[in-house]
């Protein structure tokens, strides 16, 4: 081996120095490589022929190599071919399996994936394929030619030392099948979403059943959900059902300065993936290539990429056995052509987790923590709803930060609730608070409490607080009986008037107002105008959706100042907003004039204790 490199070195001095005496052509040296490229196939194919055994696919040796399911490995510079000893009826014998090496395929690269030792197999098992032949000395011409031809073009393109070679290449990382470390047994919460990516796994490994058949299977899968609803993760373990190689990459890793490098990424990365086939590419994040065109969503730039996925998809044929996954939590930015049959034609919707799914997960990430007995994990379950998979991983993992940060050797109950509140609401905050701002607080967030408790279909309250946590003075938790698809308008009315009780109690009981209901009009505003532009339900503006300019430029009509409608409806929008505010405001005064001496007995407890429980709150209405 380090004879050969020598003679490369050598070699490629002698050319380089000889084109400066006879008037060197790089036509020339094209020509003769082409000669040279097709002289040494031939000679290379007569004096070649394939072993006995059965020809497999690359990426199904590298991963018996990986695995150490081989009694002996040989390596040759096109060909890899293994013995594996099996029994039949009862008799030991070696079976032979090889498999050719295409091209400019980087084989050691792939084993270095798969954690295979390289310095052993380079050393101790490859063997040239017949000594030194002819096609070995046109292949050694073909190569010192080459390295010539490169090193001129990269004299004639490189500008101030900057790199030219690897712009157009993939980022994409590989894994190999198994590599992955994640099988749908890791992925919990979304059963109906596994049960549809069942079939991807099913075609990959038995793709003949759907071909004889007639079936097609899709060419790209869409997972679409909310940020932390484990896309990613389900990307992963179809790739580890189904044992095939997995090439993970994300949209913005498309994107460079330079104007078509992230097409030639994308053409790179079908390449690599059509010679590792059968295999799937996994590009999380996609909106960042795949925004719609012809609108300011979209640069130049990324319109060029985002045409080069789309012909890379059509050319995929179904016989190549190359599945695109991809994940984005804005499904509505994308561009319709990267939607329609025949590119990513199934979208998942990935929801977030219900009770039970949530009671699935927490027990997935609870394996590898230690809890006291006791513990109740459906209680947490209950009390998330609206959280992530991440979020309740983090929630976990927050709760045994707690426990070890007191020298517990086990999570208790206490850490569970604790890191609950920390992860809604944020963390607890250390000092002393004067008795002014206490007593603000603490009518502010009884006001929250006693409005929502005597205001039918509002959200039953679980805690009021008047410790300081995150950007909040104090907090009062609402807990919603159960899961909801559909909210109702009374709801949100309801919603609307505890949102604005503590300012209402602010005014009845102190005589002042502060500072403090910021965030409370904030969320208040965000309803009311949801609930007029997005839900229809105003009796002035009807069951119209009134949105904005980058949702609805691209149908080609808009209005100024942003917005899809005329001044005149905006005006009327500012007025309803403005009016269910109003009403929601003047509703939560009556309620907490009414009910004062409730509220001077929540004030009195939350003085008492900081914090009160659910429990303690109903007790108050029982006397």
């Not at 040796?61 to 490995?73: D, K, P």
């Not at 919990?188 to 058949?213: H, M, Q, R």
């Not at 990424?265 to 996994?282: G, Q, S």
């Not at 920390?422 to 607080?441: H, M």
Request: proline share 3%.
């Amino acid at each position: 081996m380090s004879k050969n490199k020598k003679e490369n070195k050598m070699g490629a001095n002698i050319i380089r120095i000889k084109p400066k005496k006879k008037g060197f052509k790089v036509s020339s040296l094209i020509i003769f490589i082409a000669i040279s490229l097709i002289l040494s196939f031939a000679i290379n194919v007569i004096f070649n022929s394939s072993p006995n055994g059965q020809e497999v696919a690359l990426s199904e040796i590298v991963l018996y190599i990986s695995e150490g399911e081989y009694e002996e490995v040989l390596l040759r510079d096109d060909m890899v071919v293994i013995s594996q000893q099996s029994k039949i009826e009862g008799e030991d014998i070696i079976l032979r399996k090889f498999a050719l090496v295409p091209q400019g395929t980087d084989f050691y690269g792939m084993l270095a994936d798969s954690d295979v030792d390289i310095k052993l197999l380079q050393n101790d098992y490859y063997k040239p394929k017949l000594g030194i032949t002819i096609g070995d000395i046109l292949s050694f011409v073909f190569l010192a030619s080459g390295f010539v031809l490169v090193y001129i073009l990269i004299k004639n393109m490189q500008q101030s030392g900057g790199k030219i070679m690897d712009f157009g290449q993939s980022k994409a990382r590989l894994l190999f099948g198994k590599k992955t470390g994640v099988t749908f047994e890791d992925v919990a919460g979304i059963d109906e979403v596994k049960d549809e990516l069942t079939e991807v796994v099913d075609f990959l490994k038995s793709p003949k059943k759907y071909l004889n058949i007639g079936a097609r299977i899709p060419k790209g899968v869409l997972l679409a959900g909310a940020p932390g609803t484990g896309k990613t993760l389900l990307a992963k373990a179809v790739a580890g059902e189904a044992g095939v190689p997995f090439f993970h990459t994300s949209g913005s890793e498309f994107e460079e300065m330079l104007v078509g490098a992230g097409a030639s990424r994308v053409r790179d990365l079908f390449t690599k993936a059509r010679k590792a086939a059968p295999c799937i590419i996994f590009i999380d994040e996609i909106d960042a290539v795949a925004k719609k065109r012809g609108t300011v969503l979209h640069s130049g730039a990324g319109e060029q990429t985002l045409n080069q996925v789309l012909v890379e998809m059509d050319g995929l044929e179904g016989r190549e056995n190359v599945i695109i996954l991809a994940a984005t939590n804005r499904p509505d930015v994308l561009d319709p052509a990267i939607l329609r049959p025949g590119r990513f034609d199934r979208t998942v919707i990935v929801h977030m987790p219900d009770y039970q799914g949530r009671k699935e997960i927490i027990e997935v990430h609870a394996k590898n923590k230690k809890f006291a007995e006791g513990i109740e994990l459906d209680l947490i379950a209950k009390k998330t709803i609206g959280y992530s998979g991440a979020d309740l991983e983090n929630l976990l993992n927050e709760a045994a930060i707690m426990a070890a940060k007191e020298d517990r050797k086990k999570i208790e109950q206490e850490d569970l609730l604790e890191a609950y509140l920390k992860v809604k609401l944020g963390r607890k905050k250390k000092g002393e608070i004067g008795e002014e701002d206490l007593k603000v607080t603490a009518y502010h967030e009884a006001g929250h409490a006693i409005v929502a408790k005597f205001t039918k279909y509002a959200t039953p309250v679980e805690q009021v607080s008047i410790i300081p946590r995150g950007m909040s003075g104090g907090v009062t938790v609402y807990l919603p009986e159960d899961d909801k698809k559909h909210i109702y308008k009374d709801e949100l009315i309801a919603s609307l008037r505890s949102a604005v009780g503590g300012r209402a109690a602010e005014e009845l009981f102190i005589g002042r107002i502060s500072t403090g209901a910021s965030a409370d009009i904030e969320q208040a505003t965000s309803v009311a105008k949801e609930m007029i532009t997005q839900y229809g339900m105003s009796d002035r503006l009807g069951m119209v959706k009134y949105g904005d300019v980058e949702e609805t430029k691209h149908l080609g009509y808009m209005y100024g100042g942003g917005r899809d409608f005329s001044e005149k409806y905006a005006e009327m929008i500012d007025s309803e907003v403005k009016m269910f505010i109003e009403d929601a405001y003047r509703d939560a005064k009556k309620v907490l004039s009414e009910k004062k001496e409730y509220v001077e007995k929540l004030v009195k407890m939350l003085f008492e204790k900081e914090v009160v429980s659910k429990e303690e709150f109903d007790s108050l209405f029982l006397e």
